[in-house]
């Protein structure tokens, strides 16, 4: 099972992102999937996850109503659309897969990471 993670970039404070990861060796439909991220010097921390078929989806304090998840289960790939970014947004973000179709949010919930993909936000 394979992660790629894609997306990430330089935004000015208020912009916007969309993270995608594409999942592959895997039924993708069969997995819960989330996004967490690792900011300088910080530990790595939950932002998103999504149930397997999408109608369970659930958001970190920090981001409800600035960022939404989904999956589109046809192409293999979760989504991450960040509105209104901050500079505190800044962070290398990483896509999680559970092959038991929870949707938790809590890193050891994941077997399978995608490599990171670096948002920084000026301000």
């Known amino acids: 099972v394979q992660l790629q993670a894609s997306g990430g970039g330089l935004v000015q404070t208020g912009g916007s992102l969309t993270l995608s990861c594409v999942i592959s060796?895997?039924?993708?439909?069969?997995?819960?999937m989330a996004w967490f991220r690792q900011g300088p010097g910080k530990e790595r921390e939950f932002v998103a996850t999504?149930?397997?078929?999408?109608?369970?989806?659930n958001y970190a304090e920090a981001v409800k109503g600035r960022f939404t998840i989904s999956r589109d289960n046809n192409k293999n790939t979760v989504f991450l659309r960040m509105n209104n970014l901050a500079p505190e947004d800044s962070a290398d973000y990483y896509c999680?897969?559970?092959?038991?179709?929870?949707?938790?949010?809590?890193?050891?919930?994941?077997?399978?990471w995608g490599q990171g993909t670096l948002v920084t936000v000026s301000s």
């Open positions: 999680a897969a559970d092959s038991r179709g929870s949707a938790l949010p809590r890193a050891s919930a994941y077997e399978y």
């Open positions: 060796g895997a039924t993708f439909s069969d997995y819960g």
């Open positions: 999504i149930s397997r078929r999408g109608s369970f989806t």
